[in-house]
């Protein structure tokens, strides 16, 4: 966004930040949604769409109205979402050479430079289009069976449903970082070949650092070379001293199972990149001799000779249109604001068109407003992820943010489908407004709150050192035994 000053800068990046959110919570929220209606949804409940006579591929169930139900109905939307999570991760996070925003993309693409864009497509639209809360919320109720289900109680199924969940959620963010990988590959052929040859060399210590650095560190680089370096003042002892820390570091840490060479070249990189190390990557680090405050002064030391040219971007209309300004704001920006409010505005005239008092007619307006509420749900756990890695001491390295969002989702889930329930036994009906705006709550507001591609994702980086680190099993069943307990003693009332 634009540069002006002091508050006027931090809330135009502030809205931009929103706008971004908002398209992307749009777009995941819309397709998670359909998904569900096209592989189960409309199967069980033909007449909420009007292609209920035509081909339906029944293969999720909501385990309401039939046995079954370990394939919730979105499940197929929380495997797409984490796979495309996967796939666009950073290039630090898959350990590549080189830290791109988005590793699958040439490092000269324009698309690099939209940092708005990044964030819009995984906090946004990944973020709405996979669901924790409602996954959790349809394993509660089919636990409780009651007058919610067509037997008393599924609890087998339910179990079996949060492990297949799980399961494939991770599988498909593990594919996305693979397939990330493949194409970097095939994007940045001169990049892969600098680290074939690093590799070669007797270390793999030289990926993720500056040319003079990797070859210093893999002892390819000449007496002339180093002197030259020392004539400018660069102090290549803090050099010589971390690469000392990490052979004996590989010693020290020979009892590990997890791959030493691999970590050691995660903290070289978020170092030389001047990145915060998470708590458990510093403790770890220390107990295996890495002496990461010398390689904190030697980036200190060379930080403004770190600062090269870059990368040259690709000449394109599109970078053309990214740079051109009106007003101190960049042009897509003003495209991006228009879609918003283009959206926004059919989506308003599809509630008012939708007001026939049919099972389609209510089932649209329903929809309709699930997708204008999406936004407030990604606001909100955009906020909360601020809160990750503020725990203190020990706990320091548990995502309470994403955490809080996802407990915060179930919860209203919960209580939305026990009063709804309630309201239904009672009168033998639901009220018109209470059957469009709980379940455009559920699907929209709480369904975008709650995430699972960023959920398995920390799951994923927690995991990197297991056994001797149990935090990722730790976060995964706290998770899901925290929603599943709340689900049922906000739920259970209703049904029993």
């Not at 998904?35 to 409309?42: D, E, N, Q, S």
């Not at 407004?433 to 507001?445: I, N």
């Amino acid at each position: 966004m634009a540069e002006p000053d002091g508050g006027a800068s931090r809330t135009l990046q502030l809205c931009g930040t929103l706008l971004y959110l908002s398209v992307g919570g749009f777009a995941g929220c819309a397709v998670r949604i359909y998904l569900g209606l096209l592989f189960g949804g409309a199967c069980e409940s033909p007449d909420t769409v009007s292609w209920g006579g035509s081909w339906v591929p029944c293969i999720t169930n909501s385990g309401l109205s039939t046995p079954g139900g370990a394939l919730f109905l979105d499940i197929i939307a929380n495997m797409v979402g984490s796979f495309f999570m996967g796939l666009l991760q950073r290039g630090a996070q898959l350990q590549l050479d080189n830290d791109l925003p988005l590793a699958f993309l040439p490092a000269s693409s324009s698309m690099q430079e939209w940092g708005e864009l990044h964030l819009g497509l995984r906090t946004g639209f990944c973020g709405s289009l996979t669901t924790f809360a409602s996954w959790s919320n349809q394993m509660v109720v089919m636990a409780c069976g009651g007058e919610g289900t067509v037997q008393s109680t599924q609890w087998l199924a339910a179990i079996v449903g949060y492990i297949i969940g799980m399961e494939l959620a991770l599988t498909s963010f593990h594919l996305g970082k693979h397939l990330a990988i493949f194409l970097h590959s095939i994007a940045n052929p001169t990049k892969v070949a600098e680290t074939e040859s690093f590799v070669k060399n007797s270390s793999l210590l030289g990926v993720n650092v500056k040319d003079f650095e990797a070859r210093f560190l893999n002892d390819n680089i000449t007496q002339e070379e180093m002197d030259k370096a020392k004539n400018i003042g660069l102090e290549l002892e803090q050099l010589r001293k971390w690469k000392d820390s990490t052979a004996q570091a590989q010693k020290l840490g020979a009892n590990l199972s997890f791959n030493k060479l691999s970590f050691v070249m995660r903290i070289q990189s978020k170092v030389l990149r001047q990145a915060d190390l998470q708590a458990e990557e510093q403790a770890l680090a220390e107990s295996m001799g890495l002496d990461i405050d010398v390689l904190q002064q030697w980036v200190n030391s060379t930080s403004q000779l770190r600062k090269g040219p870059g990368q040259q971007a690709l000449s394109s209309p599109f970078h053309s249109l990214l740079k051109k300004k009106a007003m101190g704001i960049s042009m897509v920006h003003y495209l991006v604001l228009l879609l918003y409010f283009a959206v926004n505005a059919a989506l308003v005239t599809g509630i008012v068109l939708e007001d026939r008092d049919t099972v389609l007619s209510r089932s649209r307006r329903a929809r309709y407003c699930a997708i204008i509420l999406a936004p407030f749900g990604v606001a909100s756990r955009w906020y909360l992820s601020y809160w990750n890695g503020k725990l203190p001491g020990s706990m320091s390295w548990f995502p309470i943010g994403t955490f809080t969002a996802n407990m915060c989702a179930s919860s209203i889930d919960a209580i939305l489908a026990a009063v709804e329930l309630h309201l239904n036994v009672r009168d033998g009906q639901v009220n018109y407004w209470v059957a469009v705006w709980f379940p455009a709550v559920e699907k929209g507001f709480s369904g975008s709150l709650s995430t699972v591609s960023t959920f398995v994702g920390e799951i994923s980086n927690l995991m990197f050192n297991f056994p001797q680190s149990l935090h990722g099993y730790t976060y995964m069943i706290v998770s899901l035994a925290s929603a599943c307990i709340l689900g049922i003693a906000l739920y259970g009332w209703s049904a029993w």
